[in-house]
């Protein structure tokens, strides 16, 4: 405060000397014996008396004119006391209204930042939720991914092979097994921020508690005014505590409460955009797998049904082959009976003509046809039951063919089943998209 002028001071006169000196020999003295001398002890004389009343007059005087002098002091410093004392109040009251100024400010200033960081934490919240939703709609597909990986282990040798279908399956699963690990981290970071968000925004309640409190402080200080009636005397309040802050570390105060939530607040919008870009980035992964699968899927299942066509067009050629095999075995067998009859025949004609008599028993052209006739009926024979046998044989390696055919057709149907109805059904039946869960 400056200082204030001081109470004009009224200069003091010197009084007029009056003093009455009093002979010390001038008392009365008893003379008249010792008869009167209980009337004249400690009476004063005359002139005594006269100066004893000009001395009381003297000092009435002096006090009655220093009593005027101060009079005229003490009005000249009520005066001055009261504009002074009306001066101070009047800067202290435009002191507290511009303390008050400040203290409005920054409770502004935090209270905007308190509700725009709990819109961000709710945000954030909503952001948590679709990552946790997300989190949850894997299960499906990496469930179906399980299950595909499990249905073809059933396949049948020689189909059970590492073919394209169970290589992007592989890749399908470890696809889902990382975007799970990488939600799952997001998750943990997002409930981190949010508990950032949460203590930054009680610092700022706090604070702004404070500054509440102490405006509806300083409001009602300056509100106190001389004729209050709640103003009271405290001789002790005129001191500094201890822990008192100073005006700029006071501001200072707020504003690293103010800086704290904006960082967060940035931290905590970029945290958001992450996990926009983890979510669309995990679904588009997701979707040019599934694609990539459908296409192994779709290939295989053609491969399969080619296999399985051709086998069947063997398998027909086969059984044709089967039933003109068992019709040359019959021939075969009724050619060995002909030529058993005729041989039978000849054998016969051969047996009969040995008991010729005598010179009958002649080696004539009739003997000698009959002897290459046995002789060619055997070499037939024995070639026919060669072929009989070599026909047999063929017809076991056919039937054989026919079965090894039916069962890769068999293999084939169930690779097929599996991996187009168990497989590609499950997989159609049970889309999801992680994007759209994530909003559900």
């Known amino acids: ?133 997300a989190l949850d709609a894997t299960e499906v597909p990496h469930a179906v991914v399980i299950d595909n990986l499990q249905c073809r282990e059933r396949r049948q040798p020689p189909d059970l092979v590492i073919d394209e279908v169970e290589t992007q399956l592989l890749k399908e699963a470890d696809l889902i097994r990382d975007i799970r690990e990488l939600l799952k981290r997001t998750i943990i970071q997002a409930t981190t921020q949010i508990r950032s968000n949460r203590i930054q925004k009680e610092n700022c309640e706090l604070d702004w508690s404070d500054k509440v409190e102490t405006n509806r402080i300083d409001d009602k200080c300056a509100g106190y005014g001389a004729d209050s009636a709640n103003a009271q005397p405290h001789p002790s309040s005129v001191r500094f505590e201890e822990n008192s802050s100073t005006p700029e570390s006071w501001a200072r105060f707020s504003q690293a409460n103010i800086s704290g939530a904006e960082q967060e607040k940035l931290a905590s919008a970029q945290l958001r955009s992450l996990i926009d870009r983890v979510i669309r980035d995990a679904r588009e992964d997701l979707r040019a797998q599934r694609a990539a699968v459908g296409e192994a899927f779709d290939g295989r299942c053609r491969r399969l049904g080619e296999a399985k066509l051709s086998l069947e067009q063997h398998l027909q050629r086969i059984l044709k082959d089967i039933g003109e095999e068992e019709s040359n075995i019959v021939n075969l067998k009724k050619a060995i009976r002909d030529k058993e009859a005729f041989l039978k025949v000849a054998q016969t004609r051969l047996y009969d003509r040995s008991f010729r008599p005598n010179v009958e028993l002649c080696r004539d052209e009739a003997q000698f046809r009959l002897v290459s006739e046995v002789e060619e009926l055997a070499v037939f024979l024995e070639a026919l039951k060669r072929k009989l046998m070599e026909s047999e044989q063929n017809l076991r390696d056919l039937e054989e063919t026919r079965m090894k055919l039916e069962k890769e057709i068999a293999v084939k149907a169930d690779s097929i089943f599996i991996d187009r109805r168990k497989c590609l059904g499950n997989r159609v039946r049970r889309p999801v998209d992680l994007e759209l869960a994530s909003f559900q």
């Open 1 to 133: 405060l400056p200082d204030e002028p001081r109470p004009a001071v009224v200069p003091s006169c010197p009084l007029p000397s009056r003093i009455c000196d009093v002979a010390r020999g001038d008392r009365p003295r008893s003379c008249c014996g010792m008869a009167v001398a209980g009337f004249r002890t400690a009476k004063y004389q005359l002139p005594e008396w006269h100066r004893r009343n000009a001395g009381v007059y003297y000092n009435a005087l002096t006090v009655s004119e220093e009593a005027e002098r101060g009079r005229a002091e003490a009005k000249s410093l009520v005066r001055h006391a009261a504009a002074s004392a009306q001066r101070a109040q009047e800067h202290s009251k435009s002191t507290l209204g511009q303390r008050l100024g400040d203290i409005h400010f920054w409770r502004m200033e935090l209270q905007k930042e308190i509700m725009e960081l709990d819109d961000e934490t709710k945000l954030l919240e909503a952001q948590k939720l679709r990552l946790e939703r």
